[in-house]
Nanobody, 122 residues
Framework: QVQLVESGGGLVQPGGSLRLSCAAS????????MGWFRQAPGKEREFVAA??????IYADSVKGRFGISRDNAKNTVDLQMNSLKPEDTAVYYC?????????????????WGQGTQITVSS
């Protein structure tokens, strides 16, 4: 069983930056794909970014603004968010998958964090 704990959420002005971090338990972290999803009120959970075999992938809405990275020695995965927009406001979830292959569909992911709120507002 893998436990994921996010940190780094908060309130930021449009155009600002935030960095989310996710700490994972377990000794097989390096064999897992790791990702970030988000869910705004009244909307379905959507893919943001993931990192695994072959590198990283991003949703079109965040490409060029967000960057995902992982540190297998520390069992952490981070999401650097730049040029934030009000439409980025959502609860952000860290996710883990029992394969190094990434996926964009939430149903394909096995483990989830509790979520952290990001609010982009002036």
């Amino acid at each position: 069983q893998v436990q994921l704990v996010e940190s780094g959420g908060g309130l930021v002005q449009p155009g600002g930056s935030l960095r989310l971090s996710c700490a994972a338990s377990g000794r097989t972290f390096s064999t897992y794909a790791m990702g970030w999803f988000r869910q705004a009120p009244g909307k379905e959970r959507e893919f943001v970014a993931a990192i695994g075999r072959g590198g990283s992938i991003y949703a079109d809405s965040v490409k060029g603004r967000f960057g995902i990275s992982r540190d297998n020695a520390k069992n952490t995965v981070d999401l650097q968010m730049n040029s934030l927009k009000p439409e980025d406001t959502a609860v952000y979830y860290c996710a883990g998958r029992q394969t190094i292959v990434v996926a964009r569909t939430p149903e394909y992911w096995n483990y989830w964090g509790q979520g952290t709120q990001i609010t982009v507002s002036s």
